[in-house]
């Protein structure tokens, strides 16, 4: 076999080592403690989804019964719709920063539009 077919030409047919990382470190040591959080942002996610599936039902209550929305869930559903997208960035490899409870909660503008 030649190098050129991805193995490492060591007679066993076994592939060779994992090249290092830019930085040094070989890739595995990079992705697996990233894909620990991204399995366990998956539950957060999937538990995140009924949250908010709650908070829409009861702001509709309030607002079929009060004529207005309930202002401070509003400002929580803000946060936690961005909360909800610092997720999904990390998740997919957008962002390297981790969302909360690694990282700050976000936090709504003062006033919510």
């Known amino acids: 076999m030649s190098e050129s077919d ?8 076994e592939p060779g080592p994992v090249p290092p990382h830019e930085d040094g470190r070989d890739v595995w040591g990079k992705v697996f403690p990233r894909l620990l959080f991204m399995i366990g942002f998956g539950f957060v996610l999937y538990f995140s989804l009924w ?10 209550i309030v607002i079929l019964v009060n004529k207005d929305e309930n202002p401070d869930l509003a400002r929580f559903a803000k946060s936690l719709a961005t ?3 610092e997720v999904v960035a990390y998740v ?3 962002r390297e920063e981790r969302p909360f ?3 700050a909660w ?5 006033r919510v539009p």
């Open 101 to 103: 409870p690694f990282g």
């Open 106 to 110: 976000p936090q709504p503008e003062d």
């Open 51 to 60: 949250v908010v599936s709650a908070i829409a039902l009861f702001q509709l």
């Open 83 to 85: 909360y909800l997208w």
């Open 6 to 13: 991805g193995f490492s030409g060591n007679g066993g047919g």
């Open 92 to 94: 997919t490899w957008v």
